[in-house]
């Protein structure tokens, strides 16, 4: 969510309903969900206020993952085999852009295997805003290294490994964004 402070939870509890309304486990096409809630988000937010997602659905039953980006950071996919996919395609920020200035293709739908073992990835944009007493912030591509390292651990041993990681680089300094993290495996 845009901004800070109690107006951006209550922006977030108004986007959290939108989803709700346009999204669940049987929605034929989540990047025509995204079109409708940009709509509708783009009315009730105030000018320049926007929500950005990284969206998914998880299908056990099929073993895939369908989602939708809209100006998120990237995801990462760590396959069981080793290999890694990072997702980083997506629409812009929702409420951002008025629904006339966008198309239906603006936000595209993704469908991917899972395979057990498999383990995603997802951040917010806090993590990567992290400094340094000496304001140098952790690249991505570390924060990446980091997860790949501690592969091996459960998810929660996962997140919480690097969020000590992250505390220790800013070494005292201030957070001044939320961090938000999240790691889930197929079993």
Not at 93 to 117: M, V
Not at 140 to 160: F, M, N, T
Not at 177 to 187: A, G, H, T
């Amino acid at each position: 969510m845009s901004g800070h402070g109690v107006s951006s939870s209550l922006l977030a509890s108004i986007f959290h309903t939108q989803l709700e309304d346009c999204i669940n486990i049987e929605t034929p096409s989540i990047a025509d969900a995204f079109y409708q809630i940009n709509l509708r988000v783009h009315e009730l937010f105030p000018e320049g206020r926007f929500a950005s997602t990284f969206h998914t659905i998880l299908n056990a039953e099929e073993n895939t993952m369908r989602f939708v980006k809209a100006a998120r950071e990237p995801a990462v996919l760590f396959r069981h085999d080793g290999n890694s996919e990072i997702f980083d395609k997506g629409g812009p920020a929702l409420g951002l852009l008025p629904s006339e200035l966008l198309n239906k293709k603006s936000y595209i739908e993704h469908s991917i295997p899972l395979n057990q073992g498999d383990t995603l990835f997802l951040y917010s944009d806090g993590l990567v805003e992290v400094e340094n007493t000496a304001g140098v912030m952790i690249e991505r591509k570390e924060i990446i290294d980091w997860v790949r390292q501690d592969l091996k651990l459960s998810p929660q041993q996962i997140a919480d490994s690097l969020y000590r990681k992250v505390i220790s680089h800013a070494s005292g300094g201030d957070i001044v964004d939320d961090i938000s993290i999240l790691v889930i495996r197929k079993l």
